[in-house]
């Protein structure tokens, strides 16, 4: 069973930025791609930004494109999400997802943290 902890959410002035972690566990890990999605109070859910494990590809939603900075760590099975020049609207719970190899959904998701930025 593999099992995704958040880490480093808060809340931050616009402008401001944070570090979102994933520290990804178990005997069995494997990964073909990690995703961030988060979702505000009354909005659906929304990829935030991708990182293919294997090749370190990346995709990101044009909200964020230019702002933020998904990374990954393939010795410590970690993903970071680098958040720069933060604005209200990015105000969501974060979560943190895994899709492994040969899957077509992201069937492994961490509990969420919290980032709140104010205005």
């Known amino acids: 069973q593999v099992q995704l902890v958040e880490s480093g959410g808060g809340l931050v002035q616009a402008g401001g930025s944070l570090r979102l972690s994933c520290a990804a566990s178990?005997?069995?890990?494997?990964?073909?791609?990690m995703g961030w999605f988060r979702q505000a109070p009354g909005k659906e859910r929304e990829l935030v930004a991708v990182?293919?494990?294997?090749?370190?590809?990346?995709y990101y939603v044009d909200s964020v494109k230019g702002r933020f900075t998904i990374s990954r760590d393939k010795a410590k099975n970690t993903v970071s999400l680098q958040m720069n020049s933060l604005k209200p609207e990015d105000t969501a719970v974060y979560y943190c997802?895994?899709?492994?190899?040969?899957?077509?959904?992201?069937?492994?998701w961490g509990q969420g943290t919290q980032v709140t930025v104010s205005s």
């Open positions: 990182i293919f494990w294997g090749g370190g590809t990346t």
């Open positions: 178990g005997r069995t890990f494997s990964s073909y791609a």
């Open positions: 997802a895994n899709r492994v190899p040969g899957a077509s959904n992201y069937d492994y």
